[in-house]
């Protein structure tokens, strides 16, 4: 009921929720802009979790928000595409931002596809389908998972798996605002020694105790951002031992 409040047309939206496995595109009352969600499934949550409350779940700390805002086009780099709500929030936040997704899972990319196209956001907002990490290779990737589709675990598979093509986030172009979401795969680049000199100004971090080097994966997120020159910050709300939002912003 929360997300339809602010999907159009509401009527189809509500009818749809009874379908698992439907997929419908809806414009966002007040902005104007267009999503694709499954129904009956995470992606309705994770729409609720950034649109549909009062502090957006990537509303940025003020310190941080100053910073951004302060910048002219805006450059995001956007890891963990999944279906492209972070992008239509980042459309809708900063609007003249040029955004980067990265997004490996087929079924998931296909539908943030289909958003970019729908908000005619083809020359500021581009789509590679690879995943990332720190280094140019090829890897497992759990598919089929929805949000939490994801790079394989050495030794565990717990889905339907393919192969994907690996990008090293340190050879891409350059971004003023980092956002990681993936699954567990941040630890790598996290640990880089790299990260000391990239240039973002801004990381919206979603820490996994998945594949964590240590056994307190938000004390680690927090001393790898610091190691890397970025003052953490991070707000109580939604976070559990297992993952959370961090904010780092670069001293």
Same mark, same amino acid.
Request: hydrophobic fraction near 45%; glycine fraction near 8%.
């Given at each position: 009921?929360?997300?339809?409040?602010?999907?159009?047309?509401? !009527?189809?939206?509500?009818?749809?929720?009874?379908?698992?496995?439907?997929?419908?595109?809806? /414009?966002?009352?007040?902005?104007?802009?267009?999503?694709?969600?499954?129904?009956?499934?995470?992606?309705?949550?994770?729409?609720?979790?950034?649109?549909?409350?009062?502090?957006?779940?990537?509303?940025?700390?003020?310190?941080?928000?100053?910073?951004?805002?302060?910048?002219?086009?805006?450059?995001?780099?956007?890891?963990?595409?999944?279906?492209?709500?972070?992008? !239509?929030?980042?459309?809708?936040?900063?609007?003249?931002?040029?955004?980067?997704?990265?997004?490996?899972?087929?079924?998931?990319?296909?539908?943030?596809?289909?958003?970019?196209?729908?908000?005619?956001?083809? *020359?500021?907002? *581009?789509?590679?389908?690879?995943?990332?990490?720190?280094?140019?290779?090829?890897?497992?990737?759990?598919?089929?998972?929805?949000?939490?589709?994801?790079?394989?675990?050495?030794?565990?598979?717990?889905?339907? /798996?393919?192969?994907?093509?690996?990008?090293?986030?340190?050879?891409?172009?350059?971004?003023?605002?980092?956002?990681?979401?993936? *699954?567990?795969? *941040?630890?790598?680049?996290?640990?880089?020694?790299?990260?000391?000199?990239?240039?973002?100004?801004?990381?919206?971090?979603?820490?996994?105790?998945?594949?964590?080097?240590?056994?307190?994966?938000?004390?680690?997120?927090?001393?790898?951002?610091?190691?890397?020159?970025?003052?953490?910050?991070?707000?109580?709300?939604?976070?559990?031992?297992?993952?959370?939002?961090?904010?780092?912003?670069?001293?």
């Amino acid at each position: 009921m929360r997300a339809a409040r602010l999907l159009r047309p509401t !009527v189809r939206f509500l009818a749809c929720e009874t379908r698992v496995g439907t997929v419908g595109g809806y /414009t966002i009352a007040g902005n104007g802009l267009t999503v694709h969600l499954r129904h009956a499934s995470r992606d309705v949550e994770i729409f609720n979790e950034i649109f549909g409350r009062r502090r957006a779940a990537y509303e940025p700390p003020a310190e941080v928000a100053a910073r951004l805002d302060a910048v002219g086009s805006l450059r995001i780099g956007d890891l963990g595409g999944n279906i492209g709500l972070f992008g !239509v929030y980042a459309l809708e936040r900063w609007p003249a931002a040029i955004v980067r997704s990265y997004e490996p899972d087929p079924a998931n990319a296909a539908l943030l596809r289909a958003t970019i196209a729908a908000n005619h956001a083809c *020359e500021r907002w *581009e789509l590679a389908q690879v995943a990332v990490s720190n280094a140019d290779t090829t890897a497992t990737f759990e598919t089929g998972l929805l949000s939490e589709s994801r790079l394989a675990a050495a030794g565990r598979r717990e889905a339907e /798996t393919i192969e994907v093509a690996v990008t090293d986030l340190f050879a891409q172009p350059p971004v003023d605002l980092l956002k990681i979401d993936i *699954e567990g795969a *941040e630890w790598a680049i996290l640990g880089d020694p790299r990260l000391a000199f990239y240039p973002a100004q801004a990381i919206v971090l979603e820490w996994h105790s998945r594949m964590c080097p240590a056994p307190k994966a938000r004390h680690a997120a927090r001393g790898l951002l610091e190691s890397a020159g970025y003052e953490a910050s991070e707000e109580d709300r939604d976070q559990t031992p297992t993952n959370g939002v961090m904010w780092g912003l670069r001293h």
